[in-house]
């Protein structure tokens, strides 16, 4: 072993209730990091999967149709939201625009829908619904409605529809059963339930109805075309941007996940913003914790100090002694809170879980983030042993010999 | 240079002054020559600036003028980390108070002055370590930490690591002044037969004229000036009994 990891280490040891105490500290301030991150981690995870899960990353629709009320422009969204879903118009050569928009970077899947207001009803129950037409194959790529058919198939062929779980309940129909779907002037189509999905929201539950994209086309008066091009991108975080290029690129109106649901965000944004405070300050109480050892260290053996310089050690090696027990204790110290934030992790999340068993706090307890915590933990040992370290190889020997 | 090598330490006109504004001179021109495998006491009353030499001679401290020769290496011109080195290299230290590291086993305080410099320990180097001590007497004892030993174990010790890397001079700052008197016996008895055995060349600062009467050389120091012993010491005109 090297002069100074012997020496170091051998301190470390020797004043092992100086070293326990200091090693509790970073242990406990590592592992309120990882927990703190985990938690916050695991729980915007679920909220973003949670929103995405039933989006498409971005809407490209004709500008003068945009559905919904954009934040940015309020006068205009608040005309364009009056406008009635009859006067739905189709993407003008949306063919052509939907191969271009695929072969933008970043963009993973594409697909074109039809996407318009409408009643379905069965016997005497009517329900105000959300006709999503779609291309089964394009669309399962944007948005993975297959895997959440809880009850019958995913299949979009003729007149098949998948209704939400919460539709299925308030018209009371099963897989099989047929239901009648209108549009305001007059338009309809009697369709056969095929699956019932559920997309874990309530509200798109109890609204949405998927059906063919031929049918919304019927439907909604727009034969051969598509009102809007949903799409997925592949990194969550760049909606946004792409949005914007393709918009460019189109001419279409693009609305991205971010701008729709920029209240999540400026929550998520808050969530971190909260963590990396608390962790800032935990950063900062461990560092001046181990600063604050190791300076008692470096005055209580400043004797022992100027013998180690006065047989031949030069004031670099004394340095790294210091700089060694700052890292070795940032280590330590990110190995024992690791394994405790991670232990409290699990049990707060096994503490509460949902009526389904999955865990309403579910956590992310990813290796990134147990090698970040390491890394911050020794990167503090070794900065705040700095001082100290700088200090004690600047001792003058003789000086401190006589008087240490 | 056969006349350099035969000479372990040439102190020439050395001056030290302490302070800043108020400047106090502590040694005023000291002139010193050393030859390989001599055991020189350095006697003089507290405050003569005995220490104060040493710490110059150990290169622990820089005069503020003159010039130290070591082993034929003016030692002027180093800068921090060539005086580092060869400190390390050709001095050994024993202080008054041990000054061993009571975390460490005496073999590993005994190591310590070649772990200091190698960066690393080899096997050879505390299979050494051991055979020191086994010469001052505690052959038995290496495993144990320093803590545990008596003061002149400790001292033994001391003397172990002063003298296990092989430097050419051991400068020994009063190593009995805390030791009981059959202790200061022993452990300068130790001295005197590595001083024969081995040739390593000795400086001893002492009070103890006992002790220094047993050296082959005496050298007075008095107000920062080396003197003349009969001035230094009046008694020892009549001679011994
Ligand atoms: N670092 C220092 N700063 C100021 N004065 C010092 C220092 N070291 C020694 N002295 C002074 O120099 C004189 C000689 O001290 P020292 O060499 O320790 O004497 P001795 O070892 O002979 O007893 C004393 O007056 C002491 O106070
Ligand atoms: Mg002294």
């Known amino acids: ?404 | 240079m056969a006349d350099e090598e035969a000479s372990v330490l040439r102190v020439e006109r050395v001056v030290k002054d302490f302070g800043e504004g108020i400047v106090t001179r502590v040694l005023h021109g000291i002139d010193l020559e050393l030859a390989r495998g001599e055991l020189a006491a350095l006697i003089g009353p507290s405050g003569s600036g005995k220490s104060t030499l040493l710490n110059l001679v150990g290169l622990l401290d820089r005069p503020t003028s003159g010039r130290i020769v070591l082993s034929g290496r003016d030692t002027s011109d180093l800068d921090d980390e060539e005086i580092t080195l060869l400190r390390g290299r050709l001095i050994g230290f024993v202080f008054q108070f041990h000054h061993l590291l009571p975390a460490f086993t005496a073999e590993e305080n005994v190591v310590l002055p070649s772990f200091a410099q190698e960066g690393w320990a080899s096997a050879e180097m505390r299979r050494h370590a051991v055979e020191v001590l086994a010469a001052v007497g505690l052959g038995g004892r290496a495993k144990a930490r320093v803590t545990e030993l008596s003061g002149g174990q400790q001292q033994r010790v001391a003397i172990a690591r002063a003298l296990a890397h092989r430097p050419a001079l051991v400068l020994a700052d009063e190593p009995t002044g805390n030791l009981d008197t059959a202790s200061a016996d022993e452990v300068f008895e130790l001295m005197r037969t590595l001083n024969r055995e081995r040739g390593t060349t000795f400086l001893v600062v002492t009070h103890d004229e006992r002790i220094a009467e047993r050296c082959g050389r005496i050298i007075h120091i008095r107000d920062g000036r080396i003197v003349e012993p009969e001035r230094a010491a009046p008694r020892a005109l009549g001679g011994p009994g």
């Open chain 1, 1 to 404: 072993m090297p002069f100074e990891w012997f020496v170091a280490i051998r301190y470390l040891r020797d004043s092992r209730a100086q070293t326990v105490l200091i090693l509790a500290a970073v242990s406990i301030g590592v592992s309120v990091i990882v927990f703190l991150s985990a938690l916050i981690g695991g729980l915007q995870a679920s909220l973003l999967k949670r929103t995405l899960d039933t989006q498409p990353h971005v809407t490209l629709a004709p500008e003068e149709l945009v559905a919904r009320p954009l934040l940015r422009e309020n006068v205009r969204a608040a005309v364009t939201i009056e406008r009635s879903p009859q006067r739905l118009q189709s993407i003008h050569r949306w063919r052509t625009l939907l191969d271009q928009v695929e072969r933008v970077r970043g963009v993973v899947a594409a697909s074109p829908t039809v996407t318009g207001a409408a009643f379905a009803s069965r016997g005497v129950a009517q329900r105000p619904v959300v006709v999503r037409a779609i291309d089964p194959e394009r669309f399962v790529a944007v948005v993975d409605v297959r895997s959440r058919v809880t009850r019958g198939r995913y299949r979009l062929t003729g007149n098949d529809v998948l209704i939400g779980k919460g539709l299925a309940e308030l018209l009371g129909s099963q897989v099989g059963d047929k239901v009648r779907v209108s549009t305001g002037d007059g338009r309809e189509a009697l369709v056969i339930v095929r699956g019932v999905f559920d997309l874990g929201n309530e509200s798109i539950d109890e609204r949405w109805i998927f059906v063919p994209l031929r049918i919304g086309q019927t439907l909604f008066d727009m034969p051969g075309g598509a009102s809007t091009i949903e799409l997925r991108v592949g990194e969550v975080f760049e909606a946004e941007r792409i949005g914007v290029e393709l918009a460019d690129l189109t001419g279409l109106e693009a609305d991205s996940w971010m701008k729709i649901n920029e209240q999540l965000l400026v929550g998520l944004r808050s969530q971190e913003s909260s963590k990396l405070m608390i962790q800032v300050f935990v950063v900062i109480a461990v560092a001046l914790g181990i600063a604050s050892v190791l300076i008692v260290s470096v005055v209580q053996k400043s004797r022992e100090i100027g013998i180690l310089r006065a047989v031949g050690s030069s004031s670099g090696r004394v340095l790294r002694i210091f700089l060694i027990q700052g890292g070795v204790l940032g280590l330590l110290g990110s190995i024992v809170g690791s394994a405790l934030g991670a232990a409290f992790s699990l049990f707060f999340e096994r503490l509460a879980t949902g009526p389904d068993g999955s865990p309403t706090f579910p956590v992310d307890l990813s290796p990134e983030l147990f090698v970040g915590a390491s890394a911050l933990a020794i990167g503090i040992g070794l900065v705040s042993a700095l001082l100290p370290a700088r200090r004690a190889s600047r001792l003058d020997p003789a000086t401190a010999i006589r008087n240490g």
